[in-house]
């Protein structure tokens, strides 16, 4: 069975900055991409970033381009999202997630096999 485990979410203020983690362990998501989805209260699911499986390509929402950075550490088989210049918009839940579709650009809601528990960012103003 494989499990992912987010940390790193927490309480900030305006303009500051998080770096969440998401640790997988097994390797059947080795050669697939990651990426991180976010659900606000009273929302839907919302994707925020996807990186490839070497690390190398990424995509991103557009609530979120230019603020944050997704990447792998393909050795510790775990995935980070850096969201910097965090808003009270981007108060969410926020899930790491995968699937085994090669195209990054399939990294849909619908498609996803593997999420994780979730962790809480609240951004106060």
């Known amino acids: 069975q494989v499990n992912l485990v987010e940390s790193g979410g927490g309480v900030v203020q305006t303009g500051d900055s998080l770096r969440l983690s998401c640790s997988i362990s097994?390797?059947?998501?080795?050669?697939?991409?990651l990426g991180w989805f976010r659900q606000a209260a009273g929302k839907g699911r919302e994707f925020v970033a996807a990186v490839g499986p070497n690390g190398v390509i990424t995509i991103y929402g557009d609530s979120v381009k230019g603020r944050f950075t997704i990447s792998r550490d393909i050795a510790e088989n775990t995935a980070y999202l850096q969201m910097n210049s965090l808003t009270p918009e981007d108060t969410a839940i926020y899930y790491c997630?995968?699937?085994?579709?090669?195209?990054?650009?399939?990294?849909?809601?619908?498609?996803?096999?593997?999420w994780g528990q979730g962790t809480q960012v609240t951004v106060s103003s």
């Open positions: 997630a995968a699937n085994r579709d090669s195209n990054i650009n399939s990294f849909r809601l619908q498609l996803i096999e593997s």
């Open positions: 097994g390797r059947t998501y080795i050669r697939y991409p």
